[in-house]
């Protein structure tokens, strides 16, 4: 069955850097689009970045391009999001997605930005 196991969350001050990952088995992850998402307390999922089966081409959120890096090892079978010059804002729940004929959703990971 499909598993995705996100990694990598906790608490940083403002400026700080996290890596979070994602495990991914059950289906063949090379030729799957993969997505970081996150929700906010109150506030809607939204999507972060994605990147495609090849990991040729990425897409980013306004609110994190320049900060903000998926990538993707199709050996590993996993895909990372380094954040760097996090903010408070960017505190949320992190979640790893896959879209394989459905939805797939990670349990997620916590990301708390604060002095």
């Known amino acids: 069955q499909v598993q995705l196991v996100e990694s990598g969350g906790g608490l940083v001050q403002p400026g700080g850097s996290l890596r979070l990952s994602c495990a991914a088995s059950?289906?063949?992850?090379?030729?799957?689009?993969m997505s970081w998402y996150r929700q906010a307390p109150g506030k809607e999922r939204e999507l972060v970045a994605a990147?495609?089966?090849?990991?040729?081409?990425?897409n980013y959120a306004d609110s994190v391009k320049g900060r903000f890096t998926i990538s993707r090892d199709n050996v590993k079978n996993t895909v990372s999001l380094q954040m760097n010059s996090l903010k408070p804002e960017d505190t949320a729940v992190y979640y790893c997605?896959?879209?394989?004929?459905?939805?797939?959703w990670g349990q997620g990971t916590q990301v708390t930005v604060s002095s």
């Open positions: 059950g289906f063949t992850f090379s030729s799957i689009a």
């Open positions: 990147v495609t089966a090849s990991g040729g081409t990425t």
């Open positions: 997605y896959a879209r394989i004929l459905r939805a797939y």
